[in-house]
């Protein structure tokens, strides 16, 4: 055990964000951000650094000064446990750096990874987290056997380091190869479900943004279901639908997915692609943002740019203008992109539930584009069997004896493909 593991039980951190200043979104986001992640991660973040390196000194990633200012501050916060980084470092870099500060020292990934591996919930969810997590480590073993390597072996020769590397390179492989094959079972049977639900035709409205926007909470003031809801980063790692009904439409399929970042680590971007992938089969994408949160411009760049990289930019989209009920003053005013890109846009608290029956509307509006009207006149022994039939592609509106008891007059809507061999099973 090294002499700083005994802070592991102590969760508060120090966190270092590099050249915030020269990347393409403001100092400020970057360090909201980390600070939110740590925080999601069970973190108490007691100060940040923020620091431009001219000239980076590769052992540390940081300047030497920086590395000692740090050490120094360190020195008096005797309760902090652990360092968060804002980018990524090698593993030597890591190894070093902790060396100088005695405390451990976490990459954003890592911390990332962490929140993903507490949070999943379902047996899917579970094993794409452990597989995110086992090629990330894959990734970082080529770095770590430099370490190691150094401490045997001539020049030419393979290092003790590096054999031992090799050694853990197989066992993680082979541990992937397992879990991939495991995925791919149950993707397999989430198929055949799927599939079922395709024959039913039951419209799919996908909730997405970025995380802690407010997508469960929405899903559950929806549809009144229960999914867990908490004021941190990525509570929902998979995809969890609920039902509802919805005038005009009938049944409807609510499916909260996982939430959007900015440089989502991509070994976990990887593991959750095809729970991504699924917002493609969806007939209307609900994109939510917190309205309160300073950030939210860009969180809606980020939500665009990776609807953009899925292929569903142009998917029809409503805009969900979330926790309406923080706003004391006026509500903010929409630039006309924020507009454009969507269908339309409604100002809801899905906490305190005000305007969801505004968006319940709008959802049945969009989606009604796709049901028709009909009016079947059968015989009373068919009905059971036709509401049966209708039910699958929508619902039975109304139901009335017509000409002296001997046919039913039934009112229903449905899904317009459906038109034709609803009207054939009513004429038979
Ligand atoms: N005041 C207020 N708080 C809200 C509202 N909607 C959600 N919240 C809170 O925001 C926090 C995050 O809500 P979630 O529904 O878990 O957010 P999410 O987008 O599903 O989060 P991830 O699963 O991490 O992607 C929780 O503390 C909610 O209670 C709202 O309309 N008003």
């Not at 919930?121 to 430099?146: C, D, M, W």
């Not at 066992?171 to 190869?177: C, D, F, L, S, V």
């Not at 929806?222 to 009904?245: C, G, N, P, Y």
């Not at 499916?255 to 991509?266: A, N, Q």
Request: aromatic share 8%; net charge positive.
């Amino acid at each position: 055990m090294k002499d700083y593991e005994h802070f592991n039980s102590r969760k508060s951190a120090i966190v270092v964000v590099r050249d915030a200043s020269s990347r393409a979104f403001s100092e400020e986001v970057l360090v909201a951000e980390i600070k939110e992640i740590a925080k999601s991660a069970g973190f108490w973040v007691s100060e940040v650094f923020e620091c431009t390196v001219r000239t980076p000194f590769y052992r540390y990633y940081l300047s030497r000064g920086k590395v000692e200012e740090i050490k120094r501050r360190l020195e008096s916060l005797p309760e902090v446990g652990f360092v968060i980084l804002s980018t990524e470092v090698t593993p030597s870099q890591q190894r070093n750096l902790e060396n100088e500060w005695q405390r451990r020292v976490l990459t954003k990934s890592e911390v990332i990874h962490e929140i993903f591996a507490e949070r999943a919930k379902t047996h899917e969810g579970k094993i794409r987290v452990e597989l995110a997590r086992l090629r990330f480590e894959l990734s970082r073993l080529p770095g770590k056997g430099h370490v190691l390597s150094r401490t045997g072996g001539g020049i030419g020769t393979r290092g003790p380091g590096e054999q031992k590397i090799e050694v853990e390179r197989r066992a993680i492989k082979r541990k992937i190869a397992f879990l991939v094959q495991r995925l791919e079972q149950l993707e397999k049977q989430r198929k055949v479900q799927k599939k079922l639900r395709n024959e039913n035709k039951v419209p799919v409205v996908a909730i997405v943004g970025y995380t802690n926007a407010g997508k469960s909470t929405l899903l559950n003031t929806i549809t009144d279901a229960a999914v867990a809801v908490k004021d941190q980063m990525f509570v929902t790692l998979d995809t969890v639908s609920r039902e509802s009904f919805l005038p005009g439409v009938g049944k409807v399929i609510f499916s909260d997915t996982v939430g959007f970042i900015r440089e989502m680590p991509s070994t976990i971007r990887d593991a959750f692609k095809s729970t991504l992938l699924e917002i493609k089969e969806a007939d209307l994408i609900l994109e939510v943002l917190d309205i309160t949160d300073p950030q939210y411009r860009t969180h809606f760049q980020v939500i665009n740019q990776t609807l953009n990289e899925i292929g569903v930019g142009n998917h029809p989209k409503i805009l969900v203008l979330n926790k309406v009920d923080l706003i004391s003053g006026q509500i903010p005013n929409l630039e006309r992109d924020f507009l454009e890109t969507t269908s339309s846009c409604v100002f809801v608290s899905a906490k305190k539930k005000i305007g969801i029956e505004n968006l319940r509307r709008e959802i049945a509006a969009l989606l009604s584009k796709k049901m028709v009207k009909l009016i079947l006149e059968i015989y009373p022994t068919q009905v059971q069997e036709l509401q049966r039939e209708i039910y699958r592609f929508g619902y039975v509106e109304s139901v009335e004896s017509v000409k002296n008891g001997e046919k039913i007059r039934m009112h229903c809507v449905v899904r317009r493909e459906s038109k034709d061999y609803i009207e054939k099973k009513a004429a038979v």
